[in-house]
């Protein structure tokens, strides 16, 4: 992932938010030794950023679409009351062996529960109502699992989905995966249902506000 945001200012940003726990630094640092995609990790200021907005919209109810290895899942499994409840979808059982390792030294990690295998089919399972939805997988898929998680949030829940800048190659898309983005955020503009914002945090965070 190429930065957008000039180091210094991700530095400077940092230093200026809520401390990086030594868990999820660990976490970091294993995630760099042992996966081959270490940039797939949220990060301390986004990872502070998630945990932020599940407590400001008081969320119980949460869905995640793409585990890697674990940050973002125990962030946001951080801001979560007591009886919170955390459902994440992924399909590499290496990476999230990695995640079940950290969760199990948080006493927040008894929020979550990994669902493995397709994740379309994961959410086309789920009765639950969400208030939350993360969203930061397969970027080709990133409409389908729109499509599929927008009917199970509440009214005043929150999708939240990850990457939508890519590197500043939704200016110009070429590969399948830049035109597969900016086609999602064209979508969810034009979708009535929800009122969106995008934001420049990290590789870009759009926030849609179910209507």
Known sequence: ????????????????????????????????????????????????????LIRMSKAKMVLEIGTFTGYSSLAMAEGLPEDGRLITCDINPDTTAVAKRFWAQS?????????????ADTIAGLN?????????????????YWDACLPKVRQGGIIAADNVLWSGRVLNPKEASDKAIAAFNAKVAADTRVEAVMTTVRDGVTLAYKL
């Not at 940003?13 to 970091?28: C, I, K, M, Q, T």
Request: hydrophobic letters at 40%.
């Open 1 to 52: 992932m190429e930065k957008i945001v000039p180091e210094e200012i991700e530095r400077y940003a940092a230093e200026h938010s809520a401390a990086e726990s030594e868990l999820f630094r660990d976490l970091a640092q294993t995630t760099q030794r042992e996966t081959a995609a270490p940039q797939m990790q949220v990060g301390h200021l986004e990872g502070a950023f998630l945990r932020m």
């Open 107 to 119: 006493p927040h990690g008894a929020k979550i529960e990994l669902r493995l295998g397709p994740a």
């Open 128 to 144: 639950e109502t969400f208030d939350f939805v993360f969203i930061d997988a397969d970027k080709e898929n990133y409409h389908v």
